[in-house]
């Protein structure tokens, strides 16, 4: 399953942390490394398993932790209208 | 001049006894006073004023930065000074003391690069504005300048004709306490506060102002601190330490 961002969403990574905006509300939040990983991955069309493969080489974590991560941080920003 | 009438949606209206309004006229916004209006598109500026001296101190920055925006391009609130090798912009609320830090350093043979609307071209450099600072008069006093409509003394300053690329932003607001570095979600969020100006003329704005923060946060230190607090001798500490 691929993902895509909506058009209401624009961002930038500033310092290591993908900065989301979402011009629906005129607010900003901000990913930390591992979830700006992910996110990169995501929105250039990348798969979700490519995002857990990347978590696993980049990050001290184990496979079933980094899949239900990457899963849970997916599935809140899809509730947030962040990614579709 | 005739009496003031809506014409179009309303954008914007100070709270009564309203000073300033904005309407949107077709393809035209109007910026209105008392005495004075102007009609404003990308391309134009028609002025209609009973206080001709009030329009003109009007007509930059604020129907400026309204032409601005009308191109595509987005200003924030601030005052940026150049010295021989670096250029550093001091952003904030009126009175959190923007110009007056200007001020220490152009006394220090900095020159002044834009007082109140900072605007970049498309590489990111600060284009000039006029060669003044608005200085409340305590402020000002050594300095001489002409009194404006709004009680600020004009204090002419040694000035740049020349774009420059900033390598420092402060950003003065009461949430900071001692000067320090801001990165990431903090930096954008401390540079969309500056956005020049409240009103809401396209669409699309949201979006430009969120790309010129984004944008500059990536290639210029940005930093927070308390109004009031910034001294030139720090200032020239902070632009020379330059953190990568």
Redesign the interface.
């Known amino acids: 399953m691929t993902y895509h961002v909506p058009s209401h969403v624009h961002f930038r990574v500033v310092d290591d942390e993908a900065v989301i905006f979402d011009a629906r509300n005129d607010d900003c939040l901000a990913l930390n490394v591992s979830a700006t990983t992910v996110w990169l991955i995501l929105t250039a069309g990348g798969s979700l398993e490519a995002a857990i493969e990347a978590v696993l080489e980049q990050f001290v974590v184990e496979g079933d932790l980094a899949r239900a991560d990457v899963l849970a941080l997916v599935d809140q920003l899809v509730s947030l209208g962040l990614l579709e | 001049m005739g009496p003031v009438t809506e014409a179009g949606a309303v954008v914007w209206r100070d709270e009564p006894p309203f000073v300033f309004a904005c309407f949107r006229d077709g393809a035209a916004t109007i910026l209105s006073w008392p005495g004075v209006r102007f009609r404003v598109t990308a391309d134009r500026v028609i002025v209609d004023a009973s206080h001709p001296a009030a329009a003109a101190e009007l007509l930059v920055p604020a129907a400026w930065s309204v032409v601005l925006a009308l191109r595509g391009q987005e200003a924030l609130h601030g005052c940026v000074v150049a010295g021989e090798r670096q250029a550093v912009a001091v952003l904030g609320a009126s009175g959190t003391g923007k110009s007056t830090a200007g001020l220490a350093l152009l006394d220090r043979g900095w020159r002044l690069v834009t007082d109140d609307l900072l605007a970049c071209d498309a590489g990111g450099r600060v284009l000039p504005g006029p060669p003044f600072l608005r200085l409340t008069p305590d402020r000002a006093a050594g300095w001489a300048g002409r009194q404006d409509e709004d009680g600020k003394r004009r204090v002419a300053a040694l000035a740049c004709s020349a774009p420059v690329l900033l390598t420092a932003v402060v950003v003065l607001a009461d949430e900071y306490g001692a000067c320090a570095r801001l990165?990431?979600?903090a930096?954008?969020?401390a540079l969309?506060g500056q956005a020049y100006s409240p009103l809401p003329l396209h669409p699309d704005q949201?979006?430009r102002r969120?790309?010129l923060a984004?944008?500059l946060?990536?290639r210029v230190p940005i930093y927070g601190a308390a109004p009031r607090s910034l001294t030139a001798d720090y200032l020239e500490r902070l632009v020379a330490e330059r953190p990568s």
């Open positions: 990165t990431g979600l930096a954008v969020r969309l949201p979006r969120f790309e984004s944008g946060a990536t």
